[in-house]
């Protein structure tokens, strides 16, 4: 079970970390790109606004693979010297409740997508469609959810099904 | 319960959350953020402020700042460049007595200046600086301490993205936060390299002298570093000139380093790959923090609690160089138990208020504050500083790491104190910006 979620969020991870690094490369040649023309008297109509947005997929989409790597910052110096059973009630809480708020997050910001898709909202410079990137925004967060689900269940399995 | 007692029990919730169960800073503020705002506004209104909240932060411009200067930062990193100005600022001090510490010390703050992250510093400098120090027989607590206090540059000098945070949270130039923390990472970088010429001076066996060498081979070597020094400036005075944004000098940099990298043939496809996962990992944790902290922020905002707190503390009968001192004491003890950024990020909203409500300059605490939690990086129990250059020094006991970075804590304290009597270390600068 545990390892069929892993291979699951494994390729999510993949694709949504394959376009955060796209989106980060976008906007790394388009601001070079609008201050090498806006010296030039051409500047990129839109820059800053497609570089929020961007910036967005680039901040959102990793947010599953951050988190499998540890990388989110965590107090760990008290929870670290209790004994193992209070260790695994922190860990399972702490699954729970990062779990819970990932999902509801990523609910709250597809919620948002949809109400652009209903009102036919469009971004004030470009006029173009802002839920795509509030989408991808929204698919990090619940790839977040899921990898605190994996891990909240790995609380539970035998020793060898774990890692 | 009033509505300060329940911004007080939120915090209290927050540190039992972040002691307790080691929740991810950035979601235990979320979440205690997000249960507060339910009791004090309503459910309905707390799930609509999370949504919201997110896509506003994740979407903005300004914080675009952060990936940018991060993969800048990390192109440099998997660059080699380090190794380049260790060996140009060892051939220009290398040959005095501790002069290998200094010039470890000075590469650190040349590389803090393009990288901003004080783990990536010390994990380079460690793998560079140390086999030197320990082939012309450097005392171990010397050469480890020398590499973890210089790696603390990292988030004084700029591009740092602790100041880059504390610039969004109080809203202040990003700018002029980095022109602060320039004056403060200079004053620091001398107070370090002072301090180990007074060791050296005690305990001349520690520091050895190294090889001599001639004024050519000097010049020679910093060619070397040239390409690293042009782009430090070219952010710095791009920025100064109001040329860039600070997203748009980040942008600049990490391209023009990636094209001195790759005209070197520096930034082999693997390498750059790693350097761009680095980046989204490094990124991601710091955006989901500064996320987790706008909906806390929220939650206070609500509970009105900073603004009490600044107008209780205004009315109490004690001078302001007192809770100065309280605040500052605060941040040391709380920088030696938790990250800089993670604790930064959580009292700023209480302590800025404070510190600006009783008359000081917001830009001058932003940039002392940066200097304090420093300690925290190299000071036991968390240390990650001081981790990083263990886990690379694997002949030298942690006890040893730790005595030596010690050593170096007087010069954070005087670097401090001269903050304090003269603030224009960090406020001259800004105050010359257009």
């Known amino acids: 079970m545990i390892k069929v979620l892993d291979k699951i969020d494994f ?63 965590a107090v760990d110096i008290l929870v670290n010297h209790l004994p193992k059973p209070l260790r695994i009630l922190a860990s399972i809480s702490n699954d729970a409740f990062s779990a819970a708020f990932s999902i509801l997050a990523s609910w709250q910001i597809a919620k948002i997508g949809l109400r652009h898709i209903a009102s036919g909202e469009v971004t004030e410079t470009l006029r173009i469609i802002a839920y795509p990137f509030i989408f991808i925004t929204a698919a990090g967060f619940a790839s977040l959810g899921f990898v605190f689900i994996i891990d909240l269940f790995k609380n539970f399995a035998p020793k060898g099904e774990q890692q | 319960m009033s509505l300060t007692m329940i911004g007080l029990l939120g915090i209290a919730v927050l540190m039992v959350v972040l002691f307790l169960t080691a929740t991810p800073v950035a979601f235990a503020m979320a979440v205690v953020g997000f249960l507060g705002f339910c009791c004090v506004v309503s459910f309905d209104a707390a799930v609509n402020m999370v949504g919201s ?286 990250d800089a950024l993670a604790l930064l990020i959580i009292t700023i909203p209480i302590f800025f208020p404070i510190a600006t409500g009783l008359g000081y300059d917001p830009l001058w605490f932003g940039v002392t504050i940066t200097v304090i939690t420093t300690l925290g990086a190299i000071s036991p129990p968390v240390g990650a500083v001081t981790f990083v250059v263990a886990s690379v020094a694997k002949d030298v006991k942690m006890k040893d790491v730790f005595k030596g970075v010690s050593i170096f804590i007087p010069a954070y304290i005087l670097c401090v104190l001269l903050l304090m009597a003269f603030p224009k270390i960090a406020t001259l600068l800004p105050s010359l910006l257009k």
């Open chain 2, 53 to 338: 909240v997110l896509w506003a932060t994740f979407s903005k411009y300004d914080l675009t700042v952060i990936p940018l200067f991060i993969l800048m930062g990390q192109i440099v990193f998997y660059s080699g460049i380090n190794e380049k100005l260790y060996h140009a600022a060892y051939n220009w001090v290398g040959h005095i007595r501790g002069g290998i510490a200094m010039a470890t010390v000075l590469a650190c703050s040349a590389f803090a200046a393009i990288c901003g992250s004080n783990t990536a510093t010390a994990a380079t400098m460690s793998t560079v600086a140390l086999p030197q120090m320990k082939k012309y027989g450097y005392n171990p607590k010397l050469s480890t301490g020398s590499v973890a206090a210089g790696s603390t540059l990292g988030v004084v000098i700029p591009p740092s993205v602790v100041l880059i945070l504390i610039g969004l949270s109080t809203e202040q130039s990003i700018v002029k936060l980095f022109y602060g923390g320039f004056g403060a990472g200079l004053v620091l970088t001398l107070m370090l390299v002072a301090t180990i010429y007074i060791i050296c001076s005690i305990k001349p066996q520690w520091g050895p002298v190294g090889e001599k060498v001639d004024f050519k081979t000097k010049v020679k070597s910093l060619s070397g570093a040239g390409e690293m020094v042009l782009l430090f400036l070219l952010v710095i005075i791009g920025l100064y000139a109001g040329f860039f944004t600070p997203a748009e000098a980040a942008a600049a940099g990490a391209f023009i380093a990636l094209i001195i990298a790759l005209v070197r043939k520096q930034m082999p496809i693997k390498q750059f790959i790693k350097a761009l996962k680095d980046t989204l990992r490094a990124s991601c944790m710091v955006m989901m923090i500064v996320a987790g902290a706008m909906i806390f922020g929220k939650f206070l905002a609500v509970t009105r609690l900073p603004y009490n707190i600044a107008d209780w503390v205004a009315t109490l009968a004690v001078s302001k160089t007192v809770v100065l001192l309280i605040i500052f004491g605060i941040y040391i003890i709380g920088g030696m138990i938790m």
């Open chain 1, 11 to 73: 390729v999510l991870r993949k694709i949504l970390v394959s376009t955060a690094a796209i989106a980060l490369m976008v906007i790394l040649f388009m601001t070079c790109a609008n201050i090498v023309l806006r010296r030039l008297g051409y500047p990129l109509q839109g820059t800053f606004e497609l570089t929020g947005l961007f910036g967005a997929v680039v901040a959102a989409a990793a947010l599953g693979y951050t988190q499998k790597k540890k990388e989110n910052i």
